[in-house]
């Protein structure tokens, strides 16, 4: 069982920026595929960005293209999501996952097995 524990959400101005860290105890997340999910209130989980352990490609969603960051450091087994030019539209819970198998689709949240608990990301003025 992998458990996952994000960190660094908080309340941030409209063009602000915050860094989400996703951290694992006990498993390497570089076994692992991860992706970054966010969930606003009444709306269904989707995906924000993800990182392949098998090529290292990084992806990101439309709405967050050129905005956020993913990366990795080893050394600390954390991934983290730069997020910046943040929008009141990014209100969300964030959420990390980890899927040990290759990926259809990074976006689907049915193909991670391993969840975080989420951090709240408010993005107001």
């Known amino acids: 069982q992998v458990q996952l524990v994000e960190s660094g959400g908080g309340l941030v101005q409209p063009g602000g920026s915050l860094r989400l860290a996703c951290a694992s105890s006990?498993?390497?997340?570089?076994?692992?595929?991860i992706g970054w999910f966010l969930q606003g209130p009444g709306k269904e989980r989707e995906g924000v960005s993800y990182n392949s352990r098998t090529d290292g490609s990084k992806h990101y969603s439309d709405f967050v293209k050129g905005r956020f960051t993913i990366s990795r450091d080893n050394a600390q087994n954390t991934v983290y999501l730069q997020m910046n030019n943040l929008k009141p539209e990014d209100t969300a819970i964030y959420y990390c996952a980890a899927a040990g198998m290759v990926l259809f689709d990074w976006g689907d949240p049915d193909e991670y097995a391993y969840w975080g608990q989420g951090t709240q990301v408010t993005v107001s003025s």
């Open positions: 006990g498993h390497t997340l570089d076994y692992y595929n």
